[in-house]
């Protein structure tokens, strides 16, 4: 079936700096993406969305960026702070299937 | 406060037990899902319920089953339980279908 990638599995970023957190997706059918954040020993927490038909969403700190061309989702984290330390999802849904698929996770860092 | 509570937070279970794990949601969202979340592989859904009285597999449903008696609740239970069972279990609602997912705390669960 088709799934949900991430180009790297760890990302270490100084306090203050920008994150870029990237994904990958190979079903170009796809029309609902979602980021989430999970820090350890808790549940996934929903970050941001964006559906297919925008290609930029902002949120408080976060970006979320859509090349349908390249099939690529990428999170941007502004001013990124330690409780930004936690293992970040890309998720998709599929248009017929209507359920989530989730990729493996990045491992964000932020070094004081 | 509003949201999904899981029972128990962990379990260690001898294996060919059965064992039930609890979800409740106050949100009065209409789909439900359980999935398992496994080192490496990130988040795999096992059950699903788009409304009360009907529920559907996911992609790895063998040796677990679900019921949706109600609205509120999503009980996963594994009838036989074996090692390979060993995860962290988290359940979620979404409002409707192929919308965003709010998950729960999780239940860490050990088969031995």
């Known amino acids: 079936g088709e799934s949900v990638g991430l180009h790297l599995p760890t990302l270490s970023v100084q306090e203050g700096d920008n994150s870029i957190i990237n994904c990958a997706y190979s079903n170009s059918a796809s029309d609902y993406f979602i980021w989430y954040k999970q820090e350890s020993g808790k549940g996934p927490q929903f970050i941001i969305d964006?559906?297919?038909?925008?290609d930029k969403r902002q949120g408080q700190r976060v970006t979320v960026l859509l090349n349908k061309t390249v099939k690529h989702l990428s999170l941007q984290i502004a001013a990124t702070q330690p409780g930004d330390s936690a293992v970040y999802f890309c998720?998709?849904?599929?248009?017929?299937?209507?359920?989530?698929?989730f990729g493996s996770g990045t491992q964000l860092t932020v070094l004081p | 406060i509003a949201g999904i509570t899981q029972a128990p937070t962990s379990q260690i279970l001898a294996a060919g037990r059965r064992m039930t794990l609890r979800c409740t949601q106050d949100?009065?969202?209409?789909?439900m899902y359980w999935y398992r979340q496994d080192l490496g592989l990130g988040l795999r859904l096992i059950h699903y319920s788009n409304t009360a009285g009907t529920t559907g597999k996911g992609e790895v449903p063998d040796g677990y089953s679900v019921s949706r008696a109600n609205t509120d609740d999503f009980p996963l239970t594994l009838a036989s339980a074996v090692p390979s069972q060993t995860s962290v279990y988290f359940c979620a609602s979404s409002k409707n279908e192929a919308e965003t997912q709010y998950f729960g705390p999780g239940t860490r669960l050990l088969v031995l």
């Open positions: 998720a998709e849904t599929l248009g017929s299937a209507r359920q989530l698929t």
């Open positions: 964006i559906r297919s038909n925008m």
């Open positions: 949100m009065r969202h209409n789909a």
